[in-house]
């Protein structure tokens, strides 16, 4: 059974930066392509960033120019570079993973049970 496993979220002020890590577990092939979610208080899951095994990326208009994904397609591991962040980057950030190409605005077929960044103002 595949597991992903999320870290690296907490509390930092306007302006600081944090770095997620998602390893996966349990799978016996390479992921075509992992990314990043993120849902507020009372918003709905929202696309933040995603990598293809060929190493494409893709980001939010919110967040372009500010967060980085990265991974290691062998490894089925993913992280992101958050930096400048703001009050509205605050939310639960979710990792996932697919094995199949696709638009992956909606999400993708394996997650992990996320972790919360807060940025204050």
């Known amino acids: 059974q595949v597991q992903l496993m999320e870290s690296g979220g907490g509390w930092v002020q306007t302006g600081g930066s944090l770095r997620l890590s998602c390893a996966a577990s349990?799978?016996?092939?390479?992921?075509?392509?992992m990314g990043w979610y993120r849902q507020a208080p009372g918003k709905q899951r929202e696309l933040v960033a995603t990598?293809?095994?060929?190493?494409?990326?893709d980001y939010a208009d919110s967040v372009q120019g500010r967060f980085t994904i990265s991974g290691n397609n062998a490894e089925n591991t993913v992280w992101l570079q958050m930096n400048s962040l703001k009050p509205e980057d605050t939310a639960v950030y979710l990792c996932a993973g697919t094995y199949y190409q696709g638009n992956y605005y909606s999400g993708m077929d394996y997650w992990g049970k996320g972790t919360l960044v807060t940025v204050s103002s």
């Open positions: 349990g799978g016996r092939f390479s992921f075509v392509a």
């Open positions: 990598i293809t095994s060929g190493g494409s990326t």
